[in-house]
């Protein structure tokens, strides 16, 4: 009897520390994102676009999302005309910049994520600082938004 009590008391804080935590998706729909440079929408360039996104191939392009959380997910395509970007949370570069140059196309990566932030109000920032692949100097690097992750405390 004990044993199923220790088990039923496990259970019950594992589902309420589950429920004091929630995932929020941010995308183009949600009006949050904000940025710089010029931007355009994969479905019109493409009618049929692989994956949907937003994009940029000015240089020095930005996207910001402001938030509220412990963790942030950015979830994008990967593709031949990826470049590199930079990740900055609350203004400080963060890591190497990121490559999503690939030689194929691949939708709904996770590209960059940061766990472990305090429980406050948090900028990520993505810029975009270069070329990458082989047809790098062929052609303009681009950026490109699919969607966030935002995990925080209920």
């Not at 470049?83 to 030689?103: E, F, R, T, W």
Request: a negative charge; proline letters at 5%; aromatic letters at 12%.
């Amino acid at each position: 009897m004990m044993k199923y009590f220790l088990w039923m008391l496990l259970w019950l804080s594992c589902a309420f520390a589950a429920l004091q935590n929630k995932t929020i998706l941010y995308d183009d729909a949600t009006g949050v994102i904000s940025r710089t440079g010029e931007w355009k929408k994969t479905i019109d360039v493409d009618p049929f676009p692989v994956c949907r996104s937003t994009f940029s191939s000015t240089p020095g392009a930005t996207f910001s999302l402001k938030f509220k959380g412990t963790a942030v997910y950015f979830i994008a395509e990967l593709d031949s005309m990826g470049g590199l970007y930079q990740a900055y949370i609350d203004g400080q570069a963060d890591g190497s910049p990121i490559d999503n140059y690939i030689n194929n196309i691949i939708c709904g990566v996770t590209l960059y994520s940061k766990e472990g932030l305090s429980d406050a109000d948090h900028t990520l920032t993505l810029a975009l600082v270069g070329p990458s692949g082989p047809s790098a100097s062929e052609i303009p690097p681009r950026i490109a938004v699919t969607r966030f992750l935002v995990t925080t405390t209920v």
